[in-house]
């Protein structure tokens, strides 16, 4: 409950008598004033909204009911959103219409739209309509889809993955998602089909993924628990995120190459999909082909038709206004009644003009026709200005058992007098008034907007100013009641590409000279030299706005800087049995596939544990779960990336409260050995991310050795002050699969060397092999004398090496794609090979086709040595490759050694996976060819 400021008796009789006064000037309607509020129209509809009327049905339909085959030409629709059912399921219906889906909003949260595209077998959440006959937008974040023209109709319904101080909760309800369904799908409650490929039927949690009828999910309780990933869904009240000033996509760390309206959406003008003008029209304009029917430009207020944002309808020529008001409210979704609004002409001239009052002219909605023999071109809709209304105020909806208090005004009805009122009903008429204010809550699609009123504003008046503006706008407002409370702002922002090894003064000048950041508003809190970043705690949301545009445009020594926002867990917070996943994916690896699981493992967790690997690298998610003293990774991408991965924690491990983190591989690269030993496969090949995380969490933790390579060449290099020689500085690697020199490394270079020249063709596993084997092909007749050229030490003792052309470290029993180099034999001389024994086994092959020998499981290398040391000597430059990174390296001396602990791996189990409640595939976000986007 909300606690009083503790006024004397006095003063509390005193301020209940100046509220009974102004409680006594509030108007005492009879029955509610018409036009604001859906409900409050004189004509009284059904509690779903929808405008159903008897229909010929022209194609086959189903019911978006029960999602059976509508038989017989006749069937129920909406007028407004396209809903359709049978006669029999009319006095049935539960599902809200698309105009009342604001109704549902407990805490507005804006989508984060992603750019236009094809999709298939999915269905617009606001006109019900298949995505496949244009183009739509998806919401990276939860399961949403619209099409283009569609999205301004939508309602910040978005789940709410943080605290923000704003409406927080330390409890979390289902939030659901309407359709788009599989066929199999189960309703939890009564077991039945809820799923329909037809038609938009049926809502799933996006949180627990339990799906139910529309008819059943009031009968589940409405606390969720997070389903199977309970215990690796990072909750979203244990996340906190300050970054009012920052749009969705920087505060999820989502990509914008291709997010096209990204520029729309930092400006606030979220009104336009495309950004182009004319372009808010309907997607399949009525034909004019029959001369009895006109075709009208339709605006719904002042902002509208500044931009040149217009719908398209269709009426008779000779025809009542009632008709075109009441089509004008349909291409909007606004459910009003068409007596409480009006048609107003504009001329061409006035749609450059920002006043429409001035040019407009008011058509009397009598029994005259619309069009005469002139025919205007654009209308606005106006609402009615009326004299009295009912208004909405909601309160913390967590706090107390109502979820909004009506309260009539006037003209004359200040916000002040409407708080006063609200407190009496709420029963905190002890409190002082002067801790409250009323905040306007604009509930956009893309960006929800809030406005703090003053006390002495008219309420009324307020209101008859969003009508002006839009129409539609008024339908997705909201009036909330809070308390004044003082926030700290405290935006933290991960500083990259700074230069490395400095002192934290030499960070603060460097950034005060780049930056000119205020010392008074910005402290570092956190360092790591050794990758060159810094993260910034910034207690002022303009100078965090101002240093986030700057850092775009900034270079230190050629080098690009980037910021990346971190959001705080609060670690103390969390349930005990919780280890949260943290995901990294590449999404350059595997073709198209990176790209696709960011969105499905976004939409499977909380978005805040997915990092883009091409944001930042791995550091930002490894900082923001510093303090979780237990937490579980997966790495999507290729071994070269697990690589990068376990070298950054290897880094930073010292300042994590989990030391060790077990780490799984989900391979998305060509060779994909470190995943083929864990058990994680070959490759992706469209497996169910919601089965992939199940099989995460059931994985047995084992030990991996790591490896170091110190790289001491003697080759000379000229230095650019007095241009002498000198020797290169030494260079020291990690090493977690193998190293190979010679033909090997050789074969690595040149496929390296392809991919640089011509990238675009890289985005299979089958091409990749088809250019390896190219390139070994092209290099069959060449002969080297490897064995000449170094000398290898094991273990203090110098070994003689036989007639090879290339020679390898192992520390797993996979080379090359999954063959085995070893071999399988037991010969007596060598211990078995295992990625936790703490030796490397050293093998050697005498060409290519030896290579192909071993791919294809004729034959093993040559075994040459086991040990836990090793020093070779560069007789003459060599290529050399470690995990699949070539270069050639100049003559020196080259020392392989245990690298400090051993890294901790997931193997995956060998058992079939059990099936849990609420775990099965077809409730979860799953990736297929049919749910893919085309191109």
């Known amino acids: 409950m909300l606690s009083g400021s503790g006024s004397g008796s006095g003063e509390a009789r005193a301020g209940r008598r100046r509220m009974a006064e102004s409680r006594a000037r509030l108007p005492r309607l009879r029955g509610p004033a018409p036009g604001l509020f859906p409900d409050s129209s004189p004509r009284r509809r059904p509690a779903h909204g929808h405008r159903l009327r008897k229909v010929t049905l022209t194609k086959p339909s189903y019911c978006q009911r029960c999602t059976d085959f509508i038989w017989g030409l006749g069937g129920f629709q909406c007028d407004l959103c396209n809903f359709m059912c049978h006669e029999k399921c009319v006095k049935n219906v539960k599902t809200l219409c698309s105009c009342l889906a604001a109704n549902l909003v407990k805490v507005p949260v804006a989508h984060s739209l992603g750019a236009p595209a094809l999709y298939k077998r999915k269905f617009c959440a606001v006109c019900r309509r298949q995505l496949e006959e244009s183009r739509a937008m998806r919401c990276e974040v939860c399961e949403l889809h619209v099409h283009v023209d569609c999205s301004p109709f939508a309602c910040s319904d978005c789940r709410r993955c943080h605290q923000d101080g704003q409406h927080d909760r330390e409890s979390y309800h289902h939030h659901w998602r309407e359709g788009n369904l599989l066929p199999s799908a189960r309703c939890d409650v009564c077991k039945k089909a809820c799923g329909s490929s037809e038609v938009l039927s049926g809502f799933r949690c996006e949180w627990c993924g339990i799906t139910v009828?529309?008819?059943?999910?009031?009968?589940?309780?409405?606390?969720?628990?997070f389903g199977r990933l309970q215990?690796?869904?990072?909750?979203?009240?244990?996340?906190?995120?300050?970054?009012?000033?920052?749009?969705?996509?920087?505060?999820?760390?989502?990509?914008?190459?291709?997010?096209?309206?990204?520029?729309?959406?930092?400006?606030?003008?979220?009104?336009?999909?495309?950004?182009?003008?004319?372009?808010?029209?309907?997607?399949?304009?009525?034909?004019?082909?029959?001369?009895?029917?006109?075709?009208?430009?339709?605006?719904?207020?002042?902002?509208?038709?500044?931009?040149?944002?217009?719908?398209?309808?269709?009426?008779?020529?000779?025809?009542k206004i009632e008709e075109a008001v009441e089509a004008a409210l349909r291409i909007f979704y606004i459910p009003g009644d068409p007596q409480d609004y009006e048609l107003q002409v504009i001329s061409q001239d006035s749609l450059l003009g920002e006043d429409v009052n001035r040019n407009g002219e008011r058509v009397e909605s009598r029994k005259l026709p619309v069009f005469r023999d002139t025919i205007p071109e654009a209308w606005v809709l106006r609402a009615k200005p009326t004299q009295s209304d009912v208004v909405r105020i909601y309160p913390d909806w967590l706090k107390f058992g109502v979820a909004y208090i009506s309260i009539p005004v006037t003209m004359e009805t200040t916000v002040r007098a409407v708080v006063q009122e609200v407190l009496l009903q709420l029963g905190l008429q002890d409190e002082n008034i002067e801790d409250f204010q009323v905040v306007e809550v604009y509930m956009g699609c893309k960006q929800v907007q809030r406005v703090v009123l003053t006390q002495f504003e008219y309420l009324l008046c307020r209101l008859q100013d969003i009508r002006k503006l839009s129409v539609r706008q008024m339908n997705q407002t909201r009036f909330y009641i809070t308390k004044k409370q003082k926030s700290v702002v405290q935006v933290k922002l991960l500083l990259m590409g700074l230069p490395h090894h400095l002192s934290q003064d030499q960070y603060f000048s460097l950034l005060t000279t780049y930056l000119d950041i205020k010392r008074n508003a910005v402290s570092l809190s956190y360092l790591y030299a050794d990758q060159g970043a810094v993260v910034l705690d910034i207690s002022c949301f303009a100078e965090a706005e101002r240093i986030n545009m700057l850092v775009r445009d900034t270079t230190i020594n050629g080098k690009h800087l980037s910021t990346v926002i971190i959001p705080d867990i609060q670690a103390s917070q969390l349930p005990l049995e919780s280890c949260p996943l943290l995901l990294f994916v590449n999404p350059k690896s595997g073709g198209l596939k990176g790209r696709e699981l960011l969105h499905s493992f976004r939409k499977l967790l909380n978005p805040h544990q997915v990092f883009d690997l091409t944001n930042g690298g791995p550091l930002p998610g490894v900082h923001m779960f510093r303090q979780v003293p237990c937490f579980r990774i997966v790495v999507c991408g290729g071994d070269g990336t697990v690589g990068w991965v376990l070298g950054v924690l290897e880094e930073v491990r010292h300042k994590l409260a989990c030391t060790m983190p077990p780490v799984a591989v989900l391979p998305l690269g060509t060779g994909n050995d470190l995943a083929r030993v864990l058990r994680w496969g070959p490759g992706y090949t469209n497996e169910d991310p919601f089965s992939i995380l199940v099989a995460v969490d059931e994985a047995e933790e084992v030990q991996m050795d790591r490896w170091t390579i110190l790289l001491d060449g003697q080759q000379l290099t000229e230095t650019t002050e007095n241009g002498a020689s000198e020797l290169e500085p030494p260079k020291i690697v990690q090493m977690n699969n193998y190293c190979g020199l010679g033909i090997d490394a050789e074969l690595s270079l040149d496929f390296h060397q392809a991919r640089l020249d011509d990238p675009g063709k890289f985005n299979s596993r089958f091409h990749n092999k088809g250019v390896y084997v190219k390139v070994g092909l092209q290099k069959i007749s060449h002969t080297r004398s490897l064995h000449r050229d170094i000398k290898l030490q094991v273990d203090d003792k110098e070994l003689e090496l036989p007639s090879i052309e290339g020679l390898i470290f192992l520390n797993i029993p996979s080379w090359g794609s999954g063959a085995d180099l070893w071999g399988g034999d037991s010969d007596g001389h060598y211990d078995r090979p295992r990625i936790d024994d703490g030796m490397l086994e050293v093998v050697g092959v005498t060409g290519v086709v030896h290579m192909g020998q071993v791919q294809s499981g004729l034959r093993s290398g040559i075994r040459i040595a086991q040990g836990t040391y090793f020093r070779v000597t560069l007789l003459k430059a060599i290529p050399l490759q470690v995990d699949g990174e070539p270069w050639i390296q100049s003559p020196g001396i080259i020392i392989i050694s245990a690298a400090g602990p051993k890294v901790h791996m997931l193997k995956k189990c060998k058992?079939?996976?059990?099936?849990?409640?609420?775990?099965?595939?077809?409730?979860?976000?799953?990736?297929?060819?049919?749910?893919?986007?085309?191109?």
């Open 911 to 935: 058992q079939k996976q059990k099936k849990h409640p609420g775990s099965l595939k077809d409730s979860r976000t799953e990736i297929s060819p049919a749910s893919e986007v085309s191109s």
């Open 231 to 319: 215990n690796m869904i990072l909750p979203p009240d244990c996340v906190r995120v300050c970054a009012r000033s920052f749009s969705k996509f920087h505060t999820f760390r989502i990509s914008e190459h291709s997010q096209t309206e990204q520029g729309d959406e930092e400006s606030g003008e979220d009104d336009d999909p495309t950004g182009n003008p004319g372009s808010y029209k309907d997607p399949q304009p009525p034909s004019t082909t029959d001369s009895g029917k006109q075709t009208l430009k339709i605006f719904d207020g002042n902002d509208t038709v500044k931009r040149n944002q217009f719908r398209l309808i269709t009426v008779p020529r000779i025809s």
């Open 213 to 225: 009828h529309a008819d059943c999910y009031s009968d589940l309780t409405p606390e969720c628990n």
